[in-house]
């Protein structure tokens, strides 16, 4: 029977790579399984690591640290080897990698114009890689038999002992209908549940939102790694964030958090697809961006030919590129009083629009936040690019394997024959 289901990726984005203080009470075998997801994840986000580096990190002595090496390695989830050179005198200590090659994750993304699909690798090496178009007005439901079909495809290559541990798909939770007006919807398991009804074995897949799954991404692979307070902003269709308090992923109720793009910054400012008036959506978008410059709003390729005007001295699209920034900026300061974070990620079209207007934004931040907000603040545009929510999906995925290495009997392999 297939994996149970679970709707959004609750407790996800814990990156604490040192073993959490053991429960009163708990089991040596409970303190041995903690310990060994303690360094699965160092070297799953590290990469190899030699048993001295774990020794010092993870606070565990040395011949704790070969068990537990030794353990991962019977599990075939990691190996160890010699270093590739030897600088000190004297025995070389064992390098532990993670087996990217043979333990995989599924990652899903159903984003504005396209539908991807990756098999990432443990340690975070996408594998394999397809997507095809998301035609317009094309529900998330009606996108899963197309993912389905990419993932059967990639699996066609994938080796008989390689071990799949889970699934997830990060999905835009914006869409218009055919009147332009926006409909947002919550990630609930429906999504999930139609993607697992598509295979007849193998784990269960896990659905999140696509700037939360980013957001995750930046914070464990990306620009915002080591910060455990960050505002992940997402610019398509609309404008969406992912936020992380403490190190972990704040969903809301129902997963409707992170609706930023509909946070009122200009009362007075044009009607929003979703009924209000002056939303920030309607100063920084894409949309925005082109109406400043005098182009069609609807025209997503223009984007760039305005962008590329404005670095090359264009007066109307500079003017248009720093009105956007600058209501960029106004609705940042806003949020960095709410949240008081230690940086913030532009993604999405919004990393683009940020690196031509930085200066612009960072003058509404100079002035806008309250001191205590603003004094350690960083911002940042997305290191990953494209790639941020499937590595984000991915490490949704591994999540449940991270936290017990033992654990692995949920997984299994995709079966490619019929849905059914």
């Given amino acids: 029977m297939a994996a149970p289901v679970r709707s959004r990726p609750a407790g996800v984005g814990r990156t604490t790579e040192s073993p959490l203080p053991p429960l009163p009470g708990a089991s040596q075998e409970e303190i041995r399984r903690q ?6 994840r160092y070297v799953h986000l590290h990469g190899p690591t030699s048993r001295a580096e774990l020794t010092s990190r993870l606070g565990l002595n040395r011949s704790t640290i070969g068990a537990l090496a030794a353990d991962l390695v019977a599990g075939g989830l990691v190996t160890e080897g010699a270093p590739a050179s030897v600088r000190r005198a004297g025995r070389p200590s064992l390098v532990v990698s993670p087996r990217s090659d043979r333990v995989y994750a599924h990652a899903l993304s159903i984003d504005a114009g396209r539908l991807r699909a990756a098999r990432v690798g443990l340690g975070g090496q996408i594998l394999d890689l397809r997507e095809v178009p998301r035609l317009g007005g094309m529900s998330a439901i009606d996108a899963v038999e197309p993912l389905a079909d990419l993932v059967r495809d990639m699996e066609r290559s994938v080796a008989t002992d390689a071990l799949l541990v889970g699934g997830a798909v990060a999905v835009t939770d914006t869409t218009r209908d055919p009147d332009g007006r926006i409909q947002i919807a919550g990630v609930d398991e429906t999504l999930g549940i139609a993607l697992q009804a598509q295979f007849t074995a193998g784990p269960g897949f896990v659905a999140g939102d696509l700037a939360d799954i980013a957001a995750l991404a930046e914070h464990v692979r990306g620009v915002a790694t080591g910060n455990d307070d960050v505002i992940y902003l997402h610019g398509d269709l609309g404008i969406s964030a992912g936020i992380i308090v403490g190190g972990r992923l704040m969903i809301g109720h129902r997963g409707h958090s992170g609706k930023v793009g509909h946070m009122v910054v200009n009362p007075n400012g044009l009607p929003c697809g979703c009924g209000s ?3 920030w959506e309607t100063e920084i978008s894409e949309a925005a961006l082109l109406r400043h410059a005098g182009r069609d709003p609807s025209d997503r390729a223009a984007v760039a030919e305005v962008l590329r005007a404005a670095a090359d001295g264009d007066r109307v699209a500079r003017d248009a590129v720093e009105q956007v920034a600058d209501w960029l900026g106004f609705g940042v300061a806003n949020l960095v009083n709410v949240v008081n974070p230690d940086a913030v990620v532009f993604g999405g079209s919004l990393r683009d629009i940020f690196t031509a207007g930085a200066d612009v934004v960072r003058e509404r931040l ?13 911002l940042h545009a997305a290191a990953l690019g494209r790639d941020a929510v499937l590595i984000g999906a991915a490490e949704v995925a591994f999540d449940k394997l991270l936290a017990d290495p033992l654990n692995v009997g949920v997984a299994g392999q995709v079966d490619s024959a019929d849905p059914v």
């Fill in 35 to 40: 310990n060994l997801g303690a360094v699965l």
């Fill in 366 to 378: 100079d002035s806008m936040p309250l001191p205590a907000s603003r004094e350690h603040l960083r």
């Fill in 277 to 279: 008036r002056g939303c």
